[in-house]
Every structure is written in structure tokens, then in C-alpha cells.
């Protein structure tokens, strides 16, 4: 099942939320003679103003000053999120039907997943491609560096999954040889790759960290783990809907005797397929 763009912005702009952020940071109010003379210096009007609980960012204060500044960076950087994790979700989608299976090596009803079997285009260009924000100098270096964080992690757990596929018919085949049967569906979670835990949130927003190079820089800290969290919570449900399907075996039936033995199982098989993710 493709995972919807929509879906992983909104998962991100609510982690983001869920921070608790104040704008601007560490604010206090001055006290005594400070503190009404910075009172006195706005109308009576913008000292008590409403901030809007819906926006990523809380205002420091009810004043106008500051709950307009917390409205305007909070619609800044939802865009933001909004727009890199359409990006993401897109480029997702077309891993997946760019996809292939090879490589599956098939022994009567059983078939060995080994590390190189899923195999794919490179996921950093993809999102590149498909819309990722780019329209400052500042929004280039968040979305090259997410970019790349997952592309590297996401190659790393493909590369590295293994399991075992399931091939009923070849247990008994009545024929020669075999071919052209598809294996038994299961969810990609039933695989395993030891890079796993690169699609993790604190992996993945670190890595995003290292690629950015600025780890004081305002705000990337708070981009780079809101993505990373829609992203892990996208691939959890991810891999335990969508199924590894379609992946067909060819394979010699060498015991096959149409006198003596009119059944037998599938031996050395090899099982391959194209867009086999759905």
C-alpha cells in the first residue's frame, strides 16, 4: 500500500506540535518598571491578544507582538513539513512501483529471501524530483539533507532483507518443470533487515543532523525530528500492510517421471518479479 503524502504531513506537523514550542524561546516578561514600561508601549488593544491553539508554535506571551510572530513561523515551517512530506510520500509511491524481486531461490515449497533480492532506485533522487521544497537557499540545505538521510537509510534496510517466501505448488509439481507461479503473499514485516533501526526516529533525525552540519541552527533540530517521526510511524504501518507478492518461480522438476513419479518438488527454482510491493 502506498503511504499518502497527506498522511505523513500530518503526522509531522502534529509531533512538532506535541513539543510544546514557545515563540519566541526563553521570553520573559520584564518585571516592575521594565515591565510596564514594555506594557505601556503597545495599545491597550494588542496587549491581550489570542494565539491559535491549532498552529505548531505557542506564543510566548497574549501580546500582538508575539502571537503574530508565533502565527507567521508556524505557518512558515507547516508549509514547510506540508511540502517535504508530500515529497516524501510521492517518492515512495514510485520506489515502490519501480521496484524489483530477484534472486529468490526456490526449493520445493520453501524459497530463501536473501540480503540483494529488493532492489530499487535510488529514494534521495526520487524525492528530489518529486516537489521536495527548494525555493530558498535555506530550504535546499533542510531538504537535501533529509533527502539523503533517507535514501541512505532506506537502501540500507532493502539491501539487507531476508526471510523465507512460501511456494505451496512446488512442493508437488506434476510436470517438468515450473513455471510462472507466484508465491504465497506476506507482509513485508515478516522479512528482516539489521538496518532497520536506520528508519528509527532518533537514527533518522540524526543522521539528517550529520548531513545538515549546523546543529544549532534555529529550528532544524525540530524539522529534522518532526520528519523523522512521520517517517517511522509510516513505516511501521507500512510494512505490516503491504505485501511482497507476485514473485514468480521458474524451476526444473528433476525427479519428475510421468510413470514413476507423476509429483515432485521444485528444485534450484528462481523466483523474480517486477512491482512486487502492494
Known amino acids: 500500500m502506498k503511504p499518502q503524502g497527506s498522511n505523513i504531513s500530518q503526522l509531522s ?3 512538532l506540535k506535541n513539543r510544546g514550542i514557545v515563540h519566541p524561546p526563553n521570553w520573559r516578561m520584564p518585571q516592575g518598571d521594565a515591565g510596564k514600561q514594555f506594557s505601556n508601549a503597545f495599545k491597550p488593544e494588542d496587549r491581550n491578544t489570542a494565539s491559535d491553539p491549532a498552529r505548531v508554535f505557542r506564543s510566548a506571551s497574549s501580546n500582538k507582538f508575539h502571537t503574530d510572530s508565533a502565527r507567521v513561523i508556524s505557518g512558515k515551517l507547516e508549509d514547510y513539513l506540508d511540502r517535504m512530506s508530500k515529497a516524501i510520500g510521492t517518492a515512495w509511491g ?12 526456490v526449493n520445493g515449497p520453501v524459497a530463501v529471501f536473501s540480503p540483494g533480492c529488493l532492489q530499487g532506485p535510488p529514494l534521495t533522487g526520487l524525492i528530489l524530483s518529486a516537489g521536495a521544497p527548494m525555493r530558498s537557499m535555506n530550504e535546499s540545505r533542510y531538504t537535501v539533507a533529509i533527502a539523503k538521510a533517507m535514501g541512505t537509510s532506506w537502501q540500507a534496510w532493502h539491501l539487507g532483507l531476508s526471510g523465507t ?10 510436470g517438468p518443470v515450473a513455471a510462472g507461479i507466484p508465491n504465497t503473499p ?6 528482516a533487515s539489521p538496518a532497520e533501526a536506520m528508519l528509527k526516529k532518533s537514527t533518522l533525525s540524526n543522521l539528517m ?25 509510516t513505516f511501521s504501518t507500512w510494512k505490516t500492510s503491504t505485501n511482497l507478492t507476485n514473485i514468480m518461480v521458474t524451476g526444473a522438476v528433476p525427479s519428475w517421471s510421468p510413470a514413476w513419479m507423476p509429483v515432485a518438488p521444485v528444485v534450484g527454482g528462481v523466483g523474480m518479479g517486477a512491482s512486487c510491493l502492494l
Not at 506476506?186 to 522479512?191: G, K, N
Open 13 to 15: 506537523t502534529q509531533s
Open 94 to 105: 514510485m520506489w515502490m512501483t519501480s521496484s524489483m524481486v530477484a534472486g529468490v531461490m
Open 165 to 174: 517466501l512460501t511456494y505451496p505448488p512446488c512442493a508437488l509439481f506434476p
Open 186 to 191: 506476506i507482509p513485508v514485516a515478516a522479512l
Open 209 to 233: 543532523m550529520a548531513n545538515y552540519g549546523s546543529p544549532g541552527h534555529a529550528f532544524a533540530s525540530e524539522i529534522f525530528g518532526s520528519i523523522a517521526d512521520a517517517v517511522d510511524q
